[in-house]
């Protein structure tokens, strides 16, 4: 699966969970990505896009 949008290229971030007591462990926080058709330079592609960028409108002005 893609880890980063096509669109504004957001991808995924890493931190740490903190749990009550403090103690911390590794986690990671990916983008919610689908996988759309869109028109590009005349023909059909197949290409990852976050729900941000589809919601918004972007996927149409920026191909």
């Known amino acids: 699966m893609a880890k980063k949008c096509e669109i504004c290229g957001k991808q ?4 740490n969970t903190i749990s009550f007591s403090h103690k911390r462990g590794n986690r990671s926080w990916a983008p919610n990505l689908r996988r759309v058709r869109a028109v590009v330079n005349g023909t059909t592609k197949r290409i990852d896009v976050c729900t941000r960028c589809l919601r918004s409108g972007k996927v149409e002005r920026a191909l």
């Open 12 to 15: 995924r971030v890493f931190g």
